[in-house]
């Protein structure tokens, strides 16, 4: 295809990806069936694993362009990942936003709808491909949480219960198994709390969130080599 000098300058500027006026930085890697997502801008640990990742690992990284959790979705804030569906983004707004009005939340739920397929469709990996989110949490949640309402668990790290990915994909979740990390499976979706992993069961899409505690590094950085060497 032939482009003219300024349509090439454009095309190679990478716009950033968003959604709703939340703002995703795109960097690429060489070609691959791997996505990668950092969603909640405050998860520091997270980002700087995925940012040290992309060095080596190909794929396409998305980075929320935020350093705070919640984001802003025209006058109200949402979770990002409680976006991923419209019941889900209605229940996160009406929860964060306890002082605005119907029409505010009504208005940052269209401005989510006009984006959303587009964006699902940027972050969703191309058929057989996975999608990697990377998580980090504080006290007060752990695989333990997540136990009653998953398929299947492997908990050899129980001293570590922050320490967990979340899979979706059962011949995924049967390698993971087999090594030192904990992990759960998670193949039906039970509540639509808007979140990506409800979008990837509702779509088959594989996935698995890596959750590590806030300031774990290094072993956030294992856990994602380990899952980079045990899946294809
Ligand atoms: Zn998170």
Same mark, same amino acid.
């Given at each position: 295809?032939?482009?003219?000098?300024?349509?090439?300058?454009?095309?190679?500027?990478?716009?950033?990806?968003?959604?709703?006026?939340?703002?995703?930085?795109?960097?690429?890697?060489?070609?691959?069936?791997?996505?990668?997502?950092?969603?909640?801008?405050?998860?520091?640990?997270?980002?700087?694993?995925?940012?040290?990742?992309?060095?080596?690992?190909?794929?396409?990284?998305?980075?929320?362009? #935020?350093? *705070?959790?919640? =984001?802003?979705?025209?006058?109200?804030?949402? &979770?990002?990942?409680?976006?991923?569906?419209? $019941?889900?983004?209605?229940?996160?707004?009406?929860?964060?936003?306890?002082?605005?009005?119907?029409?505010?939340?009504?208005?940052?739920?269209?401005?989510?709808?006009?984006?959303?397929?587009?964006?699902?469709?940027?972050?969703?990996?191309?058929?057989?491909?996975?999608?990697?989110?990377?998580?980090?949490?504080?006290?007060?949640?752990?695989?333990?949480?997540?136990?009653?309402? #998953?398929? *299947?668990?492997? =908990?050899?790290?129980?001293?570590?219960?922050? &320490?967990?990915?979340?899979?979706?994909?059962? $011949?995924?979740?049967?390698?993971?198994?087999?090594?030192?990390?904990?992990?759960?499976?998670?193949?039906?979706?039970?509540?639509?709390?808007?979140?990506?992993?409800?979008?990837?069961?509702?779509?088959?899409?594989?996935?698995?969130?890596?959750?590590?505690?806030?300031?774990?590094?290094?072993?956030?950085?294992?856990?994602?080599?380990?899952?980079?060497?045990?899946?294809?």
């Amino acid at each position: 295809m032939y482009l003219t000098r300024r349509a090439f300058l454009f095309s190679a500027v990478k716009k950033p990806l968003s959604i709703g006026g939340i703002r995703f930085g795109v960097e690429t890697n060489g070609r691959s069936k791997r996505r990668y997502l950092h969603i909640h801008g405050n998860e520091t640990t997270a980002r700087d694993v995925l940012k040290e990742h992309l060095k080596t690992f190909k794929g396409v990284y998305y980075f929320v362009e #935020s350093q *705070k959790r919640n =984001v802003a979705v025209g006058e109200c804030l949402i &979770d990002p990942n409680r976006m991923f569906t419209a $019941a889900g983004a209605r229940k996160s707004l009406e929860r964060f936003n306890r002082e605005k009005s119907a029409a505010q939340i009504d208005a940052a739920l269209a401005l989510l709808e006009k984006d959303r397929d587009s964006f699902v469709r940027a972050v969703t990996p191309p058929k057989g491909g996975l999608s990697i989110a990377m998580h980090n949490n504080s006290e007060g949640y752990s695989i333990k949480d997540e136990l009653p309402i #998953s398929d *299947k668990s492997h =908990v050899p790290d129980e001293a570590n219960p922050r &320490d967990f990915m979340l899979v979706t994909n059962e $011949a995924d979740y049967e390698k993971i198994a087999k090594g030192r990390f904990n992990a759960c499976l998670q193949k039906t979706v039970r509540t639509d709390d808007g979140s990506f992993s409800v979008l990837a069961n509702s779509r088959a899409i594989r996935y698995v969130n890596i959750e590590a505690a806030l300031g774990n590094f290094e072993k956030q950085k294992a856990m994602i080599g380990f899952l980079e060497q045990v899946l294809r």
